[in-house]
């Protein structure tokens, strides 16, 4: 690799020492552009077992990367339960441990950091493991979960402007300054002298505008970088709870930083409320997207470029010890496809932020081309296209889907699900775009009314593939009103007893539990947990944005 190893101008020797062994991002660099980009698979929410909650041993740094990349699967042990044979590899991989205190190295040995620290360590090891001839041409890179002050999780990952390097220092300035659960012994240099007094954990944990803050210090310093908050409406009714008004604020504050949210969580394999530790989840996905008309469509009738992304918040599928399941491996269950015009990191963020994405459970689909025409002109996800007022655009929705997806039960047990894929339909959602609102509604100002799903689409629409193994749909529509477009999928039908209802997702059933469990009866909640994941299957796709353009009298 010929990137430069680069540490940021410090006024304390020791923080200078400590950034000598900053590592260069594990990427191939090329900075040569692609003009037609291609479609990248991915995630950003995955631990190790350098987070305290992901302890088993298979757990490994190797072990996290064979699966998302689908190499050397043989040395994943029985245990570690993954089911790994269809689907292709990812292509690029944002590591996300805990911003707290970090308890193992890379290989699961024992050893005592701060989370910076852990990330010199995790990333040294992906430059062993990739100079060892793995993971050839993939993108991975260090950032991390945050405990947001006031609110819950957000993946983050700060990127140098100047560099590709992983510029540790500034991840060691944001855990002194907005980490309040890595403890003061975990830090060894000046960091007082160099960044002011730290607040005590209870003075930092309830404060939601040190939140904030830390947002503007990103975009400040590191505006390359992105927050993106996980699980948003795990902690409704609680401490914790994410509201529309916190996203509005954080967009409002870096609208390139905090420009989306995880609205498919993974962890769906947990048994706490339900898939992600969720109450408020349908088909899996956050309510916040999964409502028509809520929270995601209130966020973009403001035109607001705020996407969803699905990931797997990997800790481990089922312990070692039969008890406990929490999410599936990466590349198992979930993925975001990415269009990305570029060979490094930084390119696949750009992607992200661009909006040219969805996001797919179960392997539903392995390609999505959707796009909104008129006249001469087009726009895709994330994009916006002018249209004259009255006339008429063409929605065209090309998919394509694999023959079979992962599914394997846990255990012996009589099942009638498959691993067999088919789309059952395709919603076409629209909202109205009326303008970004006052800042005295960011609170109260909760759905969009006018969203609705304007066509649902079946295989009486899409017929039969072409010879690419595409199935094609078109539709036209007037331009009446400034307004989005969106896509959702599900194999279910419209009114499957339990799933949905009308075609619109509901609650999931849950498969918690109170009490002592026999064996037998862990086993029974693992497999039922696991066949409702793969009898409720969805894609969600961004949106795209349709511009009235009025007609002006003539005179």
């Not at 079946?458 to 989005?484: E, F, L, S």
Request: proline fraction near 4%; charge should be negative; glycine fraction near 8%.
């Amino acid at each position: 690799m010929k990137n430069k190893l680069k540490s940021l101008i410090c006024g304390s020797l020791a923080v200078i020492t400590l950034s000598q062994s900053i590592m260069a991002v594990s990427a191939e660099p090329n900075k040569h552009k692609r003009d037609d980009g291609r479609w990248m698979t991915g995630e950003y929410h995955v631990h190790t077992v350098q987070s305290n909650d992901a302890s088993e041993s298979f757990m490994n740094l190797e072990n996290v990367l064979n699966a998302a990349f689908r190499e050397n699967l043989d040395q994943l042990p029985p245990g570690s339960v993954a089911s790994l044979t269809y689907g292709d590899p990812f292509d690029f991989l944002v590591l996300t441990d805990h911003l707290r205190n970090s308890p193992r190295d890379p290989d699961g040995n024992d050893k005592s950091t701060a989370r910076w620290e852990a990330i010199q360590d995790q990333q040294a090891k992906i430059d062993e493991l990739k100079a060892s001839g793995k993971y050839a041409g993939k993108l991975i890179y260090p950032g991390f979960e945050w405990d947001m002050m006031g609110l819950d999780h957000a993946s983050v990952a700060i990127m140098d402007s100047k560099s590709d390097s992983v510029p540790i220092d500034a991840i060691h300035e944001f855990e002194w300054k907005y980490s309040y659960d890595t403890s003061a012994d975990r830090f060894h240099a000046n960091e007082t002298e160099l960044w002011g007094a730290r607040p005590t954990k209870d003075e930092l944990k309830p404060n939601k505008e040190k939140t904030f803050e830390a947002i503007q210090w990103l975009k400040d310093n590191y505006p390359d970088s992105f927050a993106l908050p996980n699980h948003p409406s795990r902690h409704n009714g609680g401490d914790g709870e994410v509201t529309i008004e916190d996203l509005r604020k954080m967009n409002d504050i870096a609208p390139n930083i905090a420009f989306g949210m995880e609205g498919m969580p993974g962890n769906q394999m947990a048994a706490s409320h339900n898939r992600a530790e969720m109450s408020d989840i349908y088909g899996g996905v956050d309510a916040m997207v999964a409502q028509v008309g809520g929270v995601w469509d209130a966020l973009l009738g403001e035109g607001r470029h705020f996407w969803n992304f699905s990931n797997s918040d990997f800790h481990f599928k089922v312990s070692s010890n039969r008890q406990y399941s929490s999410g599936y491996w990466p590349s198992e269950y979930s993925r975001n496809y990415t269009w990305v015009e570029g060979d490094d990191f930084k390119d696949v963020v750009e992607g992200m932020r661009s909006g040219k994405s969805f996001s797919v459970y179960g392997d539903l689909i392995n390609a999505l081309d959707f796009t909104v025409k008129s006249k001469n002109k087009k726009a895709e996800m994330g994009e916006h296209l002018q249209a004259d007022d009255g006339k008429k655009t063409t929605i065209s929705i090309r998919f394509k889907s694999p023959e079979y997806n992962n599914y394997v039960p846990i255990s012996d047990h009589e099942t009638s699900v498959t691993n067999k894929v088919k789309v059952d339909h395709i919603d076409l959602i629209s909202g109205e775009v009326t303008g970004k609102i006052d800042e005295s509604q960011y609170a109260s100002n909760k759905t969009n009314d006018t969203t609705k799903v304007v066509k649902r689409f079946t295989k009486d629409d899409w017929g039969k593939p072409d010879k690419n193994g595409y199935y094609t749909i078109t539709y036209k529509v007037k331009a009446d009103k400034d307004r989005y477009y969106r896509l959702r999928g599900t194999n279910l039908g419209t009114d499957v007893e339990g799933y949905t209802s009308n075609g619109e997702p509901l609650k999931d059933q849950s498969f918690d539990y109170e009490g002592t469990q026999t064996p037998e009866q862990h086993e029974e909640r693992f497999n039922n947990i696991n066949d409702r994941n793969y009898t409720s299957m969805w894609f969600y796709s961004n949106p795209i944005f349709v511009d009235v353009v009025e007609k002006k009298n003539a005179h």
